[in-house]
């Protein structure tokens, strides 16, 4: 069994949907949970950065963090194109030390 | 955050010479840099953990003797892939992060052998 767990995709949806993306993991030390965005040929952009459980919004996005199900989730409201990209689950223990990450989740939002 | 800098962004070599890849952090002194390795439509993978003025730190499975890392400053750590293959070919990827702060990531390297 993989540390990170992620759907892989590929996950398609109409312009303006909400999407759910989500991770499990099942090392219990993990306490520091990202959310990168990674376009084609491009380095990941770090999208959400939370610590411990809870939940965090930022513009159209919102990550949950649910330690006691090791359940990790990303929201994208009104989704735009521009949001096409691959998305990657990544957690430490530690701020920043090295990444865990998941596979990836390939999203592309259709005009 | 820190701003990471990685320089080429994609190269072609031919087999059995060798490339070095920059990383920089423009924002940040970093005493510590990661490398990391992404084959297409998979994750990335991590190679070894760079750090200044000492010797870097390897992932079980990866070649310290082909893959150099190099962290002379703090502010810039080197990667040389030595005499290169095909299977080399991949996407090369630098991060940097503070203390209790998230890793940033340059914007990759390709890197190509023929």
């Known amino acids: 069994q993989k540390e990170v767990e992620q759907d892989p995709g590929p996950l398609s949806v109409p312009e303006g949907a909400i999407v759910s993306l989500n991770c499990t993991y099942s090392?219990?030390?993990?306490?520091?949970f990202m959310w990168y965005r990674q376009y084609s040929r491009k380095g990941p952009e770090l999208l959400m950065y939370?610590?411990?459980?809870g939940n965090k919004e930022d513009g159209r996005f919102t990550a949950q963090v649910d330690k006691s199900s090791k359940y990790i989730s990303l929201f994208i409201r009104d989704s735009q194109p521009s949001d096409s990209a691959t998305y990657l689950c990544?957690?430490?223990?530690?701020?920043?030390?090295?990444?865990?990450f998941g596979t990836g989740t390939r999203l592309t939002i259709i005009p | 955050g820190a701003v990471v800098s990685q320089h080429p962004s994609w190269v072609i070599c031919k087999s059995g010479t060798s490339v070095k890849i920059e990383c920089r952090s423009l924002?940040?002194?970093?005493?510590?840099m990661f490398w990391y390795r992404q084959f297409p439509k998979q994750s990335l993978m991590l190679m070894a953990t760079?750090?200044?003025?000492?010797?870097?730190?390897?992932e079980q499975g990866v070649e310290k003797d082909k893959f150099l890392i190099n962290h002379a400053s703090l502010t810039l750590s080197t990667l040389t892939v030595t005499s290169a293959h095909p299977e080399d070919s991949s996407f090369y990827i630098c991060?940097?992060?503070?203390?209790?702060?998230?890793?940033?990531f340059g914007n990759g390297t390709r890197l190509t052998v023929t």
């Open positions: 924002d940040f002194q970093a005493t510590t």
């Open positions: 990544a957690m430490t223990p530690f701020g920043n030390e090295k990444l865990t």
């Open positions: 991060s940097v992060g503070g203390i209790d702060s998230p890793l940033h």
């Open positions: 090392n219990s030390a993990f306490q520091y």
């Open positions: 939370t610590y411990s459980s």
């Open positions: 760079s750090n200044e003025g000492s010797k870097a730190t390897y």
